[in-house]
């Protein structure tokens, strides 16, 4: 089975929880130290296997293979797909059954995350996720005093809910900008400010 190792947590004696995202299912794992496993990461693609333990209720973690891509070993591209995959838990941390989007979606993003800027990539990708989920709203109305936007900019909050630049006392971006993002989910037209701004309010989580 192959996943996305979206979070790991330490426990007693170097003994780690690892949860990965799988094609169907977020999968939380024990893994026991010892000096003959491979080396694993936050971010990884895996190939791996579970077996049921005795010694947890966690479903062991074996058999571990890195599926390595070339861009893992550029230092500020692996670290900004980890704090990619660190929204995915953060978003997907409570559901265990999840639909094939999530890996899909994950697997066309590490594809494209050495040819093009990854701040780009993932703000493309959160769109289509919001896209996925029905929560990519409408540019027409502001989420604070439910007004009409009216305005040559608008701003936008946590997934991406438009208001006001007034309401939310922040300037924004233009208006047919925003409308072209969300209609496209391409920030081609974006420059690098802009672009700056949706991957900051996209680390604001899911
Ligand atoms: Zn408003």
Not at 63 to 72: G, P, Y
Not at 156 to 172: D, M, Q, S, V, Y
Request: net charge neutral.
């Amino acid at each position: 089975m192959q996943g996305f190792i979206v979070h790991i947590n330490r426990v007693k004696d170097e003994d780690l929880i690892v949860t990965i995202l799988s094609e169907y299912k977020l999968k939380t794992t024990y893994r026991f130290y010892g000096a003959r496993h491979s080396v694993i990461n936050l971010g990884y693609l895996i190939d791996f296997e579970t077996q049921i333990s005795m010694r947890s209720n966690l479903a062991q973690l074996r058999s571990v293979i890195h599926l390595a891509q070339s861009w893992n070993i550029d230092r500020d591209r692996f670290y900004f797909w980890q704090n990619f995959v660190k929204l995915f838990y953060g978003h997907l941390k409570d559901v265990e059954s999840i639909d094939r989007f999530y890996f899909d979606l994950l697997v066309s993003c590490s594809k494209k995350w050495h040819k093009q800027s990854p701040k780009r990539v993932a703000v493309e990708a959160f769109l289509e996720l919001l896209q996925f989920e029905g929560r990519l709203h409408s540019l027409e109305y502001c989420f604070l005093c439910e007004e009409k936007i009216e305005d040559e900019s608008a701003a936008l909050a946590r997934a991406f809910l438009p208001a006001h630049t007034e309401c939310i006392h922040n300037k924004g971006l233009n208006i047919n900008k925003l409308k072209e993002l969300f209609r496209t989910k391409k920030t081609l037209f974006l420059d690098d400010d802009e672009t700056e701004y949706l991957y900051m309010i996209m680390n604001e989580g899911f």
